[in-house]
T-cell receptor
Framework: EPEVTQTPSHQVTQMGQEVILRCVPI?????FYWYRQILGQKVEFLVS????????KSEIFDDQFSVERPDGSNFTLKIRSTKLEDSAMYFC????????????????FGEGSRLTVL | DAKTTQPNSMESNEEEPVHLPCNHS???????IHWYRQLPSQGPEYVIH???SNVNNRMASLAIAEDRKSSTLILHRATLRDAAVYYC????????????????FGQGTILTVHP
């Protein structure tokens, strides 16, 4: 069964450092997302990406964050200058686009990348 | 975003059916009802979704009230692997809109399954 894969599974970084989290979405999906979950809290939407541009972003997704699809397979989340409060699990997800033949409205999530900022 | 209300936690015994309720009294006519679950240390996993009619798939059944103000996720025979946090989420059906794929997760229901 196709799956979304994320790397690294865990990254420890110092405050102020740049971090890039990588995701390989399911190959025929056209919508890509990042969500995060701070320990013990809700899963929160960060950003959606379609047709090589951001479709929607939340208030959390400020200028410190950026997303990119550098090639045909990877989807990345960059945090420019990490803060302590960026410590969280970051989940990548992908889906078909609305009305695409196989679209069921389902988002497929990866296992997550745990970011620890010291 | 329309809000959903779920019990904080529920318990079940293995092999027994589980009914997980969700109230969504402010649902709009075009909102789909989605259920996801999150097993420990994993990402959310799609379970099922519906609009008005009851739905069945290999994982679960979804029973939707006639007025759509509530729904119930039914696991027919709980297994230990079903222990997870279950989220009931309303998703606007604005196909092609910018909010496509923006899911608003609540706290969900923590399901404990006893052997």
């Amino acid at each position: 069964e196709p799956e979304v894969t994320q790397t690294p599974s865990h990254q420890v970084t110092q405050m102020g450092q740049e971090v890039i989290l990588r995701c390989v979405p399911i190959s025929n999906h056209l919508y890509f997302y990042w969500y995060r979950q701070i320990l013990g809290q809700k899963v929160e939407f960060l950003v959606s990406f379609y047709n090589n541009e951001i479709s929607e972003k939340s208030e959390i997704f400020d200028d410190q964050f950026s997303v990119e699809r550098p090639d045909g397979s990877n989807f990345t989340l960059k945090i420019r200058s990490t803060k302590l409060e960026d410590s969280a699990m970051y989940f990548c997800a992908s889906s078909h686009s609305p009305g695409q033949g196989e679209d069921t409205g389902e988002l497929f999530f990866g296992e997550g990348s745990r970011l620890t900022v010291l | 975003d329309a809000k959903t209300t779920q019990p904080n936690s529920m318990e079940s015994n293995e092999e027994e059916p589980v009914h997980l309720p969700c109230n969504h009294s402010t649902i709009s006519g075009t909102d789909y009802i989605h259920w996801y679950r999150q097993l420990p240390s994993q990402g959310p996993e799609y379970v099922i979704h519906g609009l008005t009619s009851n739905v069945n798939n290999r994982m679960a059944s979804l029973a939707i009230a006639e007025d759509r103000k509530s729904s119930t996720l039914i696991l027919h025979r709980a297994t230990l692997r079903d222990a997870a946090v279950y989220y009931c989420i309303l998703r606007p059906s604005n196909a092609g809109g910018t909010s496509y794929g923006k899911l608003t997760f609540g706290q969900g229901t923590i399901l404990t399954v006893h052997p």
